[in-house]
């Protein structure tokens, strides 16, 4: 168990449907990061929350939308889904202080979304 | 902002020899580079890690290397076993940016 926790662990939908997928960091740690990765792909980056903030932006698309709540766990809503958007999202935290020092990524499961 | 390229995307070596993978990266601003193994459908783990101020590292069989001129940073596994197969990222951290940059990951496969 690495400490960060990702909820579902598998989620089955249809196109153009909603989720919600959780992740609750590592305790201690402020930054979420979500992360995207499809079949036999690398790990795209979607985006960073530092303490609530949002913090980075990456290749996340406009039906995509995600949040860091004052208990530190965080939301990403996927909406429309469409059957590109089937993949595995990762969650990672770490403390990533406004210094710039890096304190490590601590990956979570995942949760495998299949839009059908 | 910050780019990775993973050199090569596919390796195949056999049990007992080694295999090394190679990284650059263009911010000569990043200063922490840690090297994951993902299996297939699990989460990624990192196996090891090299700041800025080093130019080498080693864990057991695992070593990480660091050319900050050339910005370029290499893993060498020695020694490997059929349990090393798996899918090797590399990554940079820029503090400006705050986020690890991944490259494109090596699938590296030990045959027997």
């Known amino acids: 168990d690495s400490g960060v926790t990702q909820t579902p662990k598998h989620l089955i939908t249809a196109t153009g449907q909603r989720v919600t997928l959780r992740c609750s960091p590592r305790s201690g740690d402020l930054s979420v990061y979500w992360y995207q990765q499809s079949l036999d792909q690398g790990l795209q980056f979607l985006i960073q929350?530092?303490?609530?903030?949002?913090?980075a932006k990456g290749n996340i698309l406009e039906r995509f939308s995600a949040q860091q709540f004052p208990d530190l766990h965080s939301e990403l809503n996927l909406s429309s889904l469409e059957l590109g958007d089937s993949a595995l999202y990762f969650c990672?935290?770490?403390?990533?202080?406004?210094?710039?020092?890096?304190?490590?990524?601590?990956f979570g499961s995942g949760t495998r979304l299949t839009v059908v | 902002g910050e780019n990775v390229e993973q050199h090569p995307s596919t390796l195949s070596v056999q049990e007992g020899d080694s295999a090394v993978i190679k990284c650059t990266y263009s911010d000569s601003a990043s200063n922490y580079f840690p090297w994951y193994k993902q299996e297939l459908g699990k989460r990624p783990q990192l196996i090891i890690d090299i700041r800025s101020n080093v130019g080498e590292k080693k864990d057991q069989r695992i070593a990480v290397t660091l050319n900050k001129t050339a910005k370029h940073f290499s893993l060498h596994i020695t020694e490997t076993q059929p349990e090393d197969s798996a899918v090797y990222f590399c990554a940079a951290f820029t503090g400006g940016g705050n986020k690890l940059t991944f490259g494109t990951g090596t699938q590296l496969k030990v045959e027997l």
């Open positions: 929350y530092y303490n609530g903030e949002e913090r």
């Open positions: 990672a935290s770490s403390v990533a202080r406004t210094t710039g020092n890096y304190y490590g990524y601590t």
